[in-house]
């Protein structure tokens, strides 16, 4: 027995734990003082009324012989693939059901669609990044090419002629800089993968925070993506499923590489290894696509972005670069007087008790760079947001 040593190659990550233990630290020696945290990458809204009245009438259901739900459809229940198939419509984008598959989350997904790519593909990702595309691809042994995401380029970077790759990923808006493409910038990373045969891993998660209607929430906005782009959605940051589980992939059926369908793959893949999203978080997520739970979830999104915009306003005082928290819940800014990402950490945790997250944990561009997160309470965001413009003044 050899186990899979590509495992091996990983690198242990110790930036979670190492803020945890600092701001512990802090604590016990400061037991008086207000701790504010905007490092954390989760919602902290409930979940929305109509979402949780579905959730317990689907519980019901399931309570009773006559409308018990045994295995579902490993794709997905249809009342809930059209559903997603309306949200995508009222955009104008044209969905068959088929290419629509309902998952537990959008980081389930981005790790096994990987399952059918071969391992000799060369994989082009952004630094800093979500560290999900990193370690899903060392564990399969792959080639790893980075390309540099920066204050020059905004931090969206474009193609560049010169790099080969097979497989590329976006997030916009982006986690963990909150920037965010626009069409003609995606629609030159389409022409990059048609040019080359290549696939584009399209993350999503954050379109429902993009308010700018110039800027694309889904990649098939841009001509020629069904041919070449996977999109990955989830009502994680959406609709506050972060601990309820529920997202959505699309594999158009125009995605053909060597004269295979990759739809036809992935719904092999999901048969066999996968048994679908539970019935009642299915119907929960029903919910959220309805006319009353979209209206509800939009306010929750306008929370968070009340808060960005607390946040912007600050950092525009402060005169430091920084990008997002326009369309996204994520401030990226740069350490002020040429600081370090955890000099800067130590600074806000030891002086204004504030946390946030150093940009160094999301790769080597992100050092002198801080990410803050607009899901916190909106009284503790602009207590936090005071500390700092009065600190820096
Ligand atoms: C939060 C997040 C997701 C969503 O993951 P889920 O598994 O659906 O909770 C996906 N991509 C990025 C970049 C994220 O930050």
Redesign the pocket.
Known sequence: MKINENYLKLEESYLFSTIAHKVAAYQKANPQKKIIRMGI?DVTLPLCPAVVTAMRDAAAEMGRKESFHGYGPEQGYPFLKEAVQHYYFSRNIKLDEHEIFIS?????D?GNILDILSADNTVLIPNPV?P?YVDTNLMAGRKIVYMDANRENGFLPLPDDRVEADIIYL?SP??PTGAVYSKEQLQKWVDYALSRNALILF?A??EAFVKDSALPRSIYEIDGAKRCAIE?C????TAG??GT?C?YTIVPEALEFDGVKLNKLWLRRQTTKFNGVPYVIQRAAAAAFSEVGQKQIRENLQYYADNARIMTGAMKETGLWFTGGENSPYIWMQCPNGMGSWEFFDLLLNELNVVGTPGEGFGENGKGYFRLTAFGDRQDTAEAMNRLTDYLK
């Open positions: 990458g537990d989350g959008a980081k389930s981005v979500y999900v997030c982006n986690n993350d998660a954050y990955f989830s009502l994680s940051k499923f972060t589980r997202g």
